[in-house]
């Protein structure tokens, strides 16, 4: 079965430092894995997606994910944060058929001018 | 511009209503979603859709049925046996192997 594990519910950087926001997940396959980001009250924004391509995905924003396939990660990360980044920021798992997905709990990012 | 529109931004139920939560999308995607969001518990899954007429229950579908008459439109009805409806609900449509797209939500308030 899959699932994702975001190890962090809640991570509070100064603005102009770097972000990491983990995700550790299962699967019994190659998974495709997804970054997405929620403002307060909106839906939620893709911000990058692995599909067994390169293991360093850009994303918006300046942000980008490494897979590990040895660490089952799917670490988020920008080396300077933005006031602008403070959202809660949720990572995805596909299902092996491409059509249903599974959420991690989300992290809350707080910026701290 | 494609996307999901969902409607309203804000609904308020009456104890003993029915009430039915929008969703279109005119991206053209065979697939649709239903999602309930609660603090500190992420996405869960309330019912979904891979084709018109047919859909099938996700982790939550106790309280809530669905109707998928036309690919555009899969509208959530958030029915009195639901006894916990406060919540926000995302709605969600995707192609296979590709992200989904989501809408901006329905914030469901008892009254």
């Known amino acids: 079965a899959q699932s994702v594990t975001q190890l962090d519910s809640h991570v509070s950087v100064s603005e102009g430092t770097p972000v990491l926001l983990r995700c550790n997940y299962s699967?019994?396959?190659?998974?495709?894995l997804f970054w997405y980001v929620q403002h307060p009250n909106k839906g939620l924004q893709l911000l990058l997606k692995?599909?067994?391509?390169?293991?360093l995905v850009k994303g918006i924003n300046g942000f980008e994910a490494e897979f590990k396939k040895s660490e089952t990660s799917f670490h988020l990360t920008k080396p300077s944060a933005h006031m602008s980044d403070a959202a809660e920021y949720f990572c995805?798992?596909?299902?092996?058929?491409?059509?249903?997905?599974?959420f991690g709990t989300g992290t809350s990012l707080t910026v701290i001018p | 511009d494609g996307g999901i529109t969902q409607s309203p931004k804000y609904l308020f139920r009456k104890e003993g209503q029915n009430v039915t939560l929008s969703c279109e999308q005119n991206l053209n995607h065979d697939a649709m979603y239903w999602y309930r969001q609660d603090p500190g518990q992420g996405l869960r899954l309330i019912y979904y859709?891979?084709?018109?007429?047919?859909?099938q229950k996700g982790d939550i579908a106790e309280g809530y049925s669905v109707s998928r008459e036309k690919k555009e439109s899969f509208p959530l009805t958030v029915t009195s046996a639901q006894k916990n409806p406060t919540a926000f609900y995302l709605c969600a449509s995707s192609v296979s192997n590709q992200p989904q797209h989501f809408g901006d939500g329905t914030r469901l308030s008892i009254l």
């Open positions: 692995y599909t067994s391509a390169a293991t």
């Open positions: 859709s891979q084709i018109v007429n047919d859909f």
């Open positions: 699967s019994s396959y190659s998974p495709s």
């Open positions: 995805v798992v596909s299902s092996i058929t491409g059509n249903q997905f599974y």
